[in-house]
């Protein structure tokens, strides 16, 4: 998928329409899941043997995914060392849709800023075919689940000019605050994951029983509670976009 302005406008009505659909359905996706979970019931021993079995290979392939993850998390932080760094105008950056307070810059202003720069196009173009390896839930707990990988700052004794730490700014009662900058590689992750997103979501309304619990092992989601969590932030997510927070007359803390 090309990172193009027109490709931005194209994704949120895509998503703007998947979230209008999901809310059409939830009736019917209540009555369909009771409906899967009775012809559940009618499986024969061989097939819900086999759904058994399919269930525990998946698991344990997922453990053995986990004891790598923190090695896969490495390898993607050294692809796209080039983007962990921040856009300079202070005027673009908004709240994240992080659990705790944190800024970073909308893929629509990240669009213009890789326009200007072919490898740095090149490189965050890549950023799908590289996590195509991933699945879903993994790509959601690097977002996600390591914001202290992510908070990880370049300080102002660092060699490298394209810096990011925090922006200073004021609250409502005109007290300072300072806000800790997500870079731009965490953008682009981002968006990755919404587009992952739009596809697994009408099949989660499709599984039921069994056929869940293998579908969300597949997914690499660990339970239940965690995609609920994901699902809220997905939500969260697709909010922030038509009302986004803008962090007004902030200034940065470090030096460019």
Known sequence: MKLTSKTLKKYIVEVIDEATRRDVLTGL????????VGGIGMLGDDEADAEDEAIKKSEEENKKREAKFK????EARLEFNDLMFNIDNPDIWVVAPTSILMAYVPMEHVYEYLDKDLNLFIKADYAED?????EIGEIYRYLFGSIGF????????????RLFWRLVTKDKNGNQIKIDKLPMSWTIVLNVWLDRMLRFMP??????GKKRRLFLS???IRSEKEL?????TYNNTISSFSKPRYLNNA???DEY
């Open 29 to 36: 996706g209540a009555l369909g899941a009771a409906t899967a």
């Open 71 to 74: 090695a896969m998390k490495e």
């Open 130 to 134: 590289f996590f195509s390896t991933w």
């Open 150 to 161: 992510w908070g990880t700052a370049k300080r102002k004794d660092s060699s490298d000019p």
């Open 203 to 208: 099949k989660l309304e499709e599984v039921s």
């Open 218 to 220: 597949r997914n690499s």
């Open 228 to 232: 609920e969590e994901m699902i809220d």
């Open 251 to 253: 200034e940065h803390e």
